[in-house]
């Protein structure tokens, strides 16, 4: 069952009743009657146009009984009403090959997804899915440096979607200044609590800010390292982040991140509403940023129903 945020925007239609009616329709689609669903849906918006959580159940459960076309017609009228697309519904369009899947990044429904996850983000992800992408980075990055013969240390690293911290903790002992950035606040506010050994603060800079936007406030080839620890699995198309993180970097900076892979070609949106992107399309775009591509790995860097993730594993080197 796809996973909905909790938002502020889903809390209520404005009408009592008509909560109601959403709860009973809420139940009974995960109760596995989606046709129950649709039938108390029907009624509430009826009465409640602007009901964007309702329009986005009803997107669901016409998926569940295969009318792709008319959730397709649900999720598009979430956007109409939702245009910051709290609920993601860009990608469930896309998901369903409605909308290409580079045009379906929401980051309003990851800020507010994990804004709700932050409390049990770390023991969630480390005991429950095996999450290993920082030790794996730290690992990679610290093998290459050393094939290279140049020293495992970076004077000034990005950690993009730091979340909780998790990556900063794995490479802050090879690190000068080390900044970070997360669109969720309350990610944020758990990385700011965090401290090094001598109990200074983990990060020196810490912001609030979706990757991209971040990058573009730093100065030029200002950085050795830039670092993208399971994150561009919420992003579709990295040009951007690409471009910008290659323009922050100096001459030989490294720039490290992992991604969902795929078989095919391109990017696409999995069951899990994360994206995939396949390895010729990295490739092709990384190289058009200005980066040589040092390592390519197959990993995993987490488990979903006890089962590994196919990821990839990539640094590359600013020219």
Known sequence: MIEKAPTAHSASSGDPTLDRRYGW?????????AQACVEILDQTLAQAYHFTAAWHLYGLAQEALGHKEEAATAW?????LDPNDHFGARLDLARIGAMAAE??????????LFDGYAERFDSHLTQALHYNAPDLMRA???RLCDNAGRPFRFATAFDLGC???LMGEAIRDACGFLAGCDVSPRMIERARAKTKGDGSPLYDKLAVAGLTAFLASRPDAGADLVLAADVFVYLGELAPAFAQSARVLSRGGLFAFTVQSHEGEGVVVGADRRFAHAETWLQLRLEAAGFTVLATEAVSTRQDRGAAVPGLLVVVEKR
Do not use: H
């Open 25 to 33: 329709a809420e139940a009974a689609f995960k109760e596995g009657d």
């Open 76 to 80: 598009r009228q979430c956007l109409t």
């Open 103 to 112: 045009d379906a990044t929401s980051e309003n429904f990851s800020g507010t």
């Open 140 to 142: 990679a990055l610290a």
């Open 163 to 165: 979340g909780t911290g």
